[in-house]
């Protein structure tokens, strides 16, 4: 099964208005550049960095589903029932998904440990801290303005994984 059946599958449903991407350019990040300091940063950072670039590959499923909690959860639940793929597919791919949202924003909170561990890498804590900020964490764990919080939350990963590839520690 190729990526485009599944999702082919999900724009036949009728519950499915759009499904979308991000056309991101992920960096890839030299971690051997880092010299972190302590092993939870050593053991943590290439996860880290791993969660923001899956995370950026999630797919948004729009959907029509006015009680979003009931009416949804009867369609999973239907759709669970199809054994063609299509449900654990998106179940992996939905950037709308908490557990995949869970990995992001788990992500910037380790992150900001491992910031809070080693000072040298000071420079990257605007980005961590604009997440805190701007409320967006909590935004989404009420569940208001899900799509574009989540959005949002994808540009931020996006920008900060760019600092990490330009990261230079003989900057400093």
Same mark, same amino acid.
């Given at each position: ?7 082919? &599958? ?7 208005? /759009? ?9 890839? *990040? ?8 302590? #092993?939870? &940063? ?6 880290? *960095?791993?969660?923001? #670039? ?7 499923? *729009? ?13 999973? #639940? ?22 995949? *949202? ?52 994808? #540009?931020? &990963? ?6 990490? &590839? ?5 900057? /400093?």
């Amino acid at each position: 099964m190729t990526e485009i059946d599944p999702i082919m &599958s999900l724009l036949e449903s009728q519950h499915i208005q /759009r499904i979308y991407r991000g056309l991101w350019d992920i960096p890839e *990040i030299d971690i051997d550049k880092f010299d972190l300091q302590d #092993q939870y &940063s050593q053991d943590r950072f290439p996860t880290v *960095i791993e969660d923001l #670039q899956k995370g950026l590959k999630k797919i948004f499923y *729009i959907d029509d589903f006015e009680n979003h909690i009931t009416e949804r959860r009867k369609w999973k #639940q239907e759709l669970s029932k199809i054994d063609d793929g299509v449900f654990p597919f998106y179940q992996e791919t939905s950037a709308l998904r908490g557990n995949n *949202i869970g990995g992001l924003t788990g992500a910037f909170n380790s992150l900001n440990r491992i910031i809070g561990r080693n000072p040298e890498l000071d420079d990257l804590r605007p980005y961590v801290q604009a997440v805190r900020e701007t409320g967006l964490i909590d935004r989404l764990q009420s569940g208001t303005e899900t799509e574009a919080t989540v959005a949002e939350l994808h #540009q931020r &990963s996006y920008d900060l994984l760019v600092a990490l &590839s330009e990261y230079n520690p003989n900057k /400093r």
